[in-house]
């Protein structure tokens, strides 16, 4: 579940990268792919480092979860990749990228599904 959740955060972040006409990087930071995507995400935009946080909450609770599978761990970690989703969605709307961009149709589309039927 672990990697499941790292994977679509990391997503999340790829999507706000391909908005804003960019290829998501392969690298690293501190281990985490999502870290270097943030970092990524964050330039020329200083509003985008309010999810840094997130982000690293997100790298903490997987380094929990390699360490013990735990319900409650795994449960915040979830509830983490999704503020991200919902925060970058947000961004996307705000920026504009959302309306035109085909890269970030289907992040909102989910999110819209999800809303209606969760």
Not at 4 to 22: F, K, S
Not at 28 to 38: K, V
Not at 66 to 92: A, C, I, P, S
Request: proline share 3%; glycine share 6%; aromatic share 6%.
């Amino acid at each position: 579940m672990r990697e499941e959740l790292l994977t679509q955060a990391e997503a999340v972040l790829e999507e706000w990268v391909r908005a804003r006409a960019d290829v998501p990087t392969t690298e690293t930071s501190e281990g985490f792919r999502l870290l270097a995507l943030h970092r990524q995400g964050a330039r020329g935009v200083p509003s985008f480092n309010a999810c840094r946080e997130t982000c690293r909450e997100i790298a903490y609770h997987y380094n929990l979860l390699n360490e013990k599978r735990d319900e409650r761990t795994e449960l915040m970690m979830k509830m983490l990749v999704e503020h991200l989703r919902l925060f970058v969605r947000g961004k996307l709307e705000v920026e504009g990228l959302g309306e035109f961009c085909c890269a970030s149709r289907p992040l909102r589309q989910k999110s819209e599904t999800e809303t209606t039927h969760g």
